[in-house]
């Protein structure tokens, strides 16, 4: 976001609006002030310590606003009655830049409308006043262009801060993308590492032996695939313990279907390590007798993390063996954990 020293923007409009202050006494060396041009002064001075009160907020308030459209409007009602519009007033005019610069310090607190209406009547006041010519003369134009530039600021200043802030939100969105993606590889070399330690020994084996394995090394072949399988579809619903009860649970010959769908990816480490415990406990209050369970995660909105099922398989088992959801199989187990509650439901 565009930032800018405020502190020298209002140093700088009080340096401006004191000058025309100084125009206005030197007027009075040649013809003594009334006490409408008095009262004048002392308006535009309060109106200018006034719209450069350092506040919270940049934008002005609506009422003080109105107050300076007043006030620029009072000036010219105050002084011009008092001077000759044909003749060559010198300083005396000084209201006319004393009110542009005002309404310039009113645009410039986003306060345009206000700014522009005082500047209008100004315009409107010269010319009935002393004619359209005047306008040029008396440096009405050049209120008017200190307005208007003012305004251009202040939308390109508000146009270049909201690319800014797009900007800002991109990069943002940049570097959480890069972390992720930094997250993800530093988790699939975790895996990977883990896969290793699963199935290198036994790799190793296959190799030595000629892949001649005898019915015992078959089995803890499939065993040991079975667990590679839970490391790509399980992610965050394994740890150390929870590996060795699954795969207890499947020397005892229970299918167990580890699935992962993403409900846990935006719990903290020490919301994901509760869960782990009470799945570990859920996993090993399940009784014998079990033919599969499956364990898998609730979605990001559901009340519960994860869900555990133990299912008795109905009939000879086949169904089951070939891996199908027979609605006849025999719910034996349910354990729901909950995200916000220290102890499962069942």
């Known amino acids: ?23 206005a006494f030197f007027s009075y060396r040649s013809s003594p002030p009334n006490p409408a041009d008095l009262v004048a002064v002392a308006l535009y001075v309060a109106a200018t310590v006034i719209a450069l009160w350092p506040g919270p907020a940049l934008r002005m308030s609506a009422p003080v606003a109105v107050g300076m459209t007043a006030v620029a409007i009072a000036l010219p009602l105050l002084v011009a009655p008092s001077l000759d519009p044909g003749a060559s007033n010198g300083y005396s005019t000084w209201y006319i830049a004393a009110v542009g610069t005002l309404m310039t310090i009113v645009c410039a607190r986003r306060r345009s409308l206000a700014a522009w209406a005082g500047v209008v009547f100004l315009v409107v006041h010269t010319t009935v006043w002393a004619g359209p010519v005047a306008l040029a003369t008396l440096g009405v134009i050049g209120g008017v262009a200190w307005v208007g530039i003012s305004q251009l600021l202040i939308i390109e200043l508000g146009r270049a801060s909201s690319e800014a802030r797009v900007l800002e939100a991109a990069e943002r969105a940049a570097a959480s993308w890069r972390a992720a993606e930094e997250a993800h590889l530093s988790e699939r070399e975790v895996r990977l590492e883990q896969t290793r330690a699963i199935a290198s020994d036994m790799l190793r084996r296959i190799a030595a032996s000629g892949s001649e394995l005898s019915d015992e090394e078959r089995r803890e072949c499939r065993l040991l695939e079975a667990s590679v399988r839970d490391e790509i579809r399980g992610r965050r619903l394994l740890d150390d313990e929870v590996r060795r009860l699954v795969l207890d649970a499947r020397r005892r010959g229970v299918t167990v279907s580890v699935l992962d769908d993403g409900g846990l990816d935006r719990t903290s480490e020490e919301e994901s390590g509760r869960v782990l415990r009470e799945l570990a406990r859920a996993l090993g209050g399940i009784r014998d007798g079990v033919d599969r369970i499956v364990v898998r995660t609730a979605s990001a909105d559901s009340p519960s993390a994860v869900t555990v099922v133990g299912l008795r398989t109905a009939g000879d088992g086949s169904a089951g063996a070939l891996g199908s959801d027979d609605a006849a199989d025999e719910v034996d187990a349910w354990v729901e954990i909950r995200r916000d509650e220290r102890t499962p439901s069942a």
């Open 1 to 23: 976001m565009i930032t800018y020293p405020r502190p020298l923007l209002y140093a700088l409009g009080a340096v401006f609006s004191l000058y025309h202050v100084v125009l």
